[in-house]
């Protein structure tokens, strides 16, 4: 009880002595670019310099890998997509012969954003079921087909980086784009 007593006699403190002051929408910018340059402009806030660690994070809508994978593997129903993991699951699929009680389901983890061989791990599990439904799961070692979806997917990935980049030379104009 004393500390919450204590916790609301320094914020009407710091409210009457002009410490805190609270923004008004109507002068403050909805645009938080904005207002970041604005508070600098103005000596509000400070930096951490050195501190955290720099990172290079993509939205999956721009990470051309990720776009590829969802494409490559837009014939399997997706049990899970999680982009901040970097793992996509599919759900199990069955093969084409009704006969048959395979299964198979395939795990793309994300190892790497820029496009290369080794930025994929292609994992595929197979369940085969007897006529008493006892299904027996393994993971097929074959490189074969792993390396086949891998190299699809990193193809249509470098597509996709292809035409952003030169989208994003057509929006630039005269300014200058690296070739990532």
């Known amino acids: 009880m004393k500390f919450f007593i204590f916790f609301v006699f320094i914020l009407l403190s710091l409210n009457a002595c002009g410490i805190y002051q609270p923004s008004d929408a109507r002068k403050v910018s909805p645009d938080g670019k904005q207002r970041v340059k604005q508070n600098i402009e103005e000596g509000k806030g400070f930096r951490l310099k050195g501190l955290g660690k720099d990172t290079n994070f993509q939205f999956a809508s ?48 994300f190892l790497s954003n820029e496009i290369r061989s080794d930025a994929l791990k292609i994992v595929l599990h197979e369940k085969n079921c007897n006529k008493n439904n006892q299904c027996r799961i393994t993971e097929i070692k074959s490189d074969a087909v792993q390396k086949e979806l891998s190299k699809k997917i990193l193809r249509v990935a470098a597509l996709y980086k292809k035409k952003d980049i030169e989208k994003l030379k057509e929006e630039l104009g005269e300014y200058k784009v690296p070739d990532q």
């Not at 982009?83 to 198979?104: A, K, R, V």
């Open 62 to 109: 721009s990470n051309p890998i990720w776009r590829a994978s969802l494409d490559v593997l837009d014939f399997a129903p997706l049990l899970s997509a999680n982009y901040s993991g970097g793992i996509i699951i599919t759900d199990w699929m069955s093969s084409d012969d009704e006969n048959l009680n395979e299964f198979y389901k395939i795990t793309v983890k």
